[in-house]
């Protein structure tokens, strides 16, 4: 057996004894969970299989929009411009009628995404009327090209 397989089988039998489960197997809540610690490290971990997750997570994601910690909402956008277009729809109910919060950060989700949010845009025209939302709505709309 060669040193860097020694090693892989050392690692595969500490995570077997420790009960470390597969972080690919985990659902969506475990990593809902992790995304509000306030490890960093953690938290970048959550987004990174949040975004793995894909459209399962969205449902939960664009909850968080609406959270008091602004950490928790901003990371929860982070995941769902990385998601991308499977998001748009749940992002636009969101801004439809989502709480005042959640309604900003989908705004600016839907910019981030750009192009492939195109189907927002009836949307964040109608956002636009808010004052609250006029700024976030105008921005999204120039990112998405109209």
């Known amino acids: 057996m060669n040193p860097g397989s020694a090693w892989k089988l050392v690692a595969v039998i500490s995570l077997a004894l420790s009960g470390c489960a597969d972080p690919a ?3 969506v809540s ?17 987004r990174e299989w949040l975004a793995k997750k894909g459209k399962e997570a969205v449902p939960e994601l664009v909850k968080l929009l609406a959270d008091d910690d602004t950490v928790v909402a ?20 969101a801004l439809r009628a989502g709480a005042p919060k959640a309604r900003g950060w989908a705004a600016h989700s839907l910019g981030e995404i750009g192009k492939d949010a195109k189907e927002a845009v009836p949307a964040l025209q109608e956002a636009r009327k808010d004052p609250a939302l006029k700024t ?9 090209g109209t």
């Open 136 to 144: 976030a709505a105008s921005e999204a709309l120039q990112k998405i």
């Open 25 to 27: 197997k985990e659902p």
């Open 30 to 46: 475990h990593w809902i969970t992790q995304l509000r610690e306030n490890d960093a490290d953690d938290r970048a971990e959550a």
């Open 74 to 93: 901003m990371s929860a956008s982070e995941v769902l411009v990385k998601i991308g277009r499977d998001a748009v729809p749940e992002l636009v109910g």
